[in-house]
T-cell receptor, first 115, second 111 residues
Framework: DTGVSQDPRHKITKRGQNVTFRCDPISEHNRLYWYRQTLGQGPEFLTYFQNEAQLEKSRLLSDRFSAERPKGSFSTLEIQRTEQGDSAMYLC?????????????FGAGSRLTVL | DQQVKQNSPSLSVQEGRISILNCDYTNSMFDYFLWYKKYPAEGPTFLISISSIKDKNEDGRFTVFLNKSAKHLSLHIVPSQPGDSAVYFCAASETGNQFYFGTGTSLTVIP
C-alpha cells in the first residue's frame, strides 16, 4: 500500500467553475476525513466518513461543497461555483477502525487556486 | 474560535540542543492529543500522541508532556537535528472523530 493518494495535486481554475478532488485512502482504513488548510493556518476539519456513511460535517462545508464515498473506498470532494476564498490545500486523511484509531494518515494534498 | 493554539509561529534551535514546542487548548473535554510534522509540499505526518489519562509519552528523541490542569501540552525534541526542521502542528480530539489543529510552529534546527 502506498498510503493516502490524492488527485490532482494542483488545480488552477477560474471563479465560477466546478472542481472535483479524489482521495484514495489506505485500503484497510474505514475512516476518511477531508480537511482544508490555508496559508498560515492549521488543517480545518470539513467532513468525515466511516465506510460509506458521512457521519459529520463542519459548518465550513457550505452548500457548494459536497463529499461522497459511494463504496466505502475512495472519496470525492466537489466544489461548485468556486470562489477565490476557496483557494486552499485540501487534505484527505484516513484511519483504521481498530488499533491506532486516533492516528490520521494524511495524503500530500490537492492545492486549489481560484483565479 | 481557535480551540487549539500554538502561540509561537517559529522557533530556531542549535543542532544538538533541545527544541520545545508548546500548544494550549481551551476545550477541557479533549481526551486525545497528537503532534504532526509537515514538510513543504507534503501532507502532515504523525509524530507522537498522548491520551488524557497520561501526562507523558516518549518515543525516541520525542517526548510529549500533557498538563491537563493548565490545558497545555508540549513536545520536546532531544537532541535536535537539522532533519527536524519542519512545521509542527498539535491536534486535539474529544470524540476521536473530529480533530482540531493548531496553526503550527516552524522549527529551524541550525547545524
Amino acid at each position: 500500500d502506498t498510503g493516502v493518494s490524492q488527485d490532482p495535486r494542483h488545480k488552477i481554475t477560474k471563479r465560477g467553475q466546478n472542481v472535483t478532488f479524489r482521495c484514495d485512502p489506505i485500503s484497510e482504513h474505514n475512516r476518511l476525513y477531508w480537511y482544508r488548510q490555508t496559508l498560515g493556518q492549521g488543517p480545518e476539519f470539513l467532513t468525515y466518513f466511516q465506510n460509506e456513511a458521512q457521519l459529520e460535517k463542519s459548518r465550513l462545508l457550505s452548500d457548494r461543497f459536497s463529499a461522497e464515498r459511494p463504496k466505502g473506498s475512495f472519496s470525492t470532494l466537489e466544489i461548485q461555483r468556486t470562489e477565490q476564498g476557496d483557494s486552499a490545500m485540501y487534505l484527505c486523511a484516513s484511519s483504521p477502525l481498530t488499533g491506532l484509531t486516533n492516528v490520521l494518515t494524511f495524503g500530500a494534498g490537492s492545492r486549489l487556486t481560484v483565479l | 474560535d481557535q480551540q487549539v493554539k500554538q502561540n509561537s509561529p517559529s522557533l530556531s534551535v542549535q543542532e544538538g540542543r533541545i527544541s520545545i514546542l508548546n500548544c494550549d487548548y481551551t476545550n477541557s473535554m479533549f481526551d486525545y492529543f497528537l503532534w504532526y510534522k509537515k514538510y513543504p509540499a507534503e501532507g502532515p505526518t504523525f509524530l507522537i500522541s498522548i491520551s488524557s489519562i497520561k501526562d507523558k509519552n516518549e518515543d525516541g528523541r520525542f517526548t510529549v508532556f500533557l498538563n491537563k490542569s493548565a490545558k497545555h501540552l508540549s513536545l520536546h525534541i532531544v537532541p535536535s537535528q537539522p532533519g527536524d526542521s519542519a512545521v509542527y502542528f498539535c491536534a486535539a480530539s474529544e470524540t476521536g472523530n473530529q480533530f482540531y489543529f493548531g496553526t503550527g510552529t516552524s522549527l529551524t534546527v541550525i547545524p
